[in-house]
Nanobody, 128 residues
Framework: QVQLVESGGGLVQAGDSLRLSCGIS?????????????MGWFRQAPGKEREFVAV????????YYADSVKERFIISRDNAKTMMYLSMNRLQPEDTAVYYC????????????????WGQGTQVTVSS
C-alpha cells in the first residue's frame, strides 16, 4: 500500500496554531491520481482509539469536521500539488496526539476502516 507522508507537527503552547501537510510523491495512489481520493485527517492519543478529525472531498467542495475541532481547524487540499493540509488554531492540550492523513473512497467518512492508505503520523503536542 502506498504510504502518505505527513509533516508539520511539533510542540506548541495552548492557544497557538500549527499547520500540518500531507503529500504523495509521484501524485498517484495505486495508479489513480490524487484527485480521485477523498482525504481525511485522524488522530490518536496514547491509550485511545484513532478518531476522526476532518475530511475533504475529492474536489475540495465538501468539508466535515469532528465536533471537537469545529471552528478551530480547517482542512484543505491542492490537487495540482497533490497536497492536503490541516490548519489548526487555538490548540488545546486535548489536541495532543499523533495525526495521520488517510486516503479512501468507500464507507462512512468518519470511520477508520473506510480508508485504505495512511501516512506514518506526525506528533502534535500542546502544553498548557
Amino acid at each position: 500500500q502506498v504510504q502518505l507522508v505527513e509533516s508539520g507537527g511539533g510542540l506548541v503552547q495552548a492557544g497557538d496554531s500549527l499547520r500540518l501537510s500531507c503529500g504523495i510523491s509521484g501524485g498517484t495512489i495505486s495508479g489513480r491520481t490524487f484527485s480521485n481520493y477523498r482525504m481525511g485527517w485522524f488522530r490518536q492519543a496514547p491509550g485511545k482509539e484513532r478518531e476522526f478529525v476532518a475530511v475533504i472531498s475529492r474536489n475540495g467542495d465538501m468539508l466535515y469536521y469532528a465536533d471537537s475541532v469545529k471552528e478551530r481547524f480547517i482542512i484543505s487540499r491542492d490537487n495540482a500539488k497533490t497536497m492536503m493540509y490541516l490548519s489548526m488554531n487555538r490548540l488545546q492540550p486535548e489536541d495532543t496526539a499523533v495525526y495521520y492523513c488517510a486516503a479512501g473512497n468507500n464507507g462512512w467518512y468518519s470511520e477508520v476502516r473506510s480508508y485504505d492508505y495512511w501516512g506514518q503520523g506526525t506528533q502534535v503536542t500542546v502544553s498548557s
